[in-house]
């Protein structure tokens, strides 16, 4: 699945249903990332309303990347978060990992976080337990690519009424 170029409006603040069709996510996984990520935190006004500023909207952007795209646990995603975040302050340039390319090696885990385990045909026993063959960590990113697919497909499939269904 490719990455998309997602523009952000020119503003100043964003509120959370403006940041939810950006990101393309529901409101309550934006305030559970806030939980989450100490580095997405909205400012408050007096009456509760979250307002997200660019920064806010182009972090909640790397999380779902992070996510939805690389695999990354949320474990895994707030340390690459943290460490892209360190290089940034030391000036080092932060690259963008396309969602073709595996992602960067570093030691925050994700769902392929494991040393793929390449097995001879005539060793099979001598292989470990653990471990995913380059083959089976293929086919586990084409499932997840599907998988992304199938639920933005549904999302967009409209309601049957319940008169289409009765029969």
Not at 51 to 66: G, N, P
Not at 107 to 132: E, K
Request: some cysteine; glycine content about 4%; aromatic content about 6%.
């Amino acid at each position: 699945m490719a990455q998309t170029a997602v523009v952000i409006p020119e503003k100043i603040f964003f509120k959370i249903g403006e940041v939810c069709d950006i990101v393309g996510v529901q409101a309550h996984v934006l305030r559970y990332w806030e939980s989450e990520f100490s580095m997405l935190s909205p400012q408050k006004n007096k009456s509760g309303q979250r307002s997200y500023r660019r920064k806010d909207v182009e972090t909640a952007l790397k999380i779902k990347q992070l996510l939805y795209n690389e695999m990354f646990t949320i474990a895994g995603a707030r340390k690459k978060l943290i460490a892209d975040a360190r290089q940034a302050s030391r000036g080092e340039e932060v690259a963008v990992t396309d969602t073709a390319e595996k992602p960067a090696a570093t030691s925050a885990p994700t769902l392929f976080d494991t040393t793929p385990v390449v097995v001879d045909s005539d060793d099979v026993d001598a292989a470990p337990t653990i471990g995913l063959s380059n083959k089976q960590r293929e086919a586990l990113r084409k499932l997840s690519v599907d998988l992304l697919e199938l639920r933005e497909m549904l999302k967009k499939r409209p309601e049957i009424s319940a008169d289409a269904t009765a029969v």
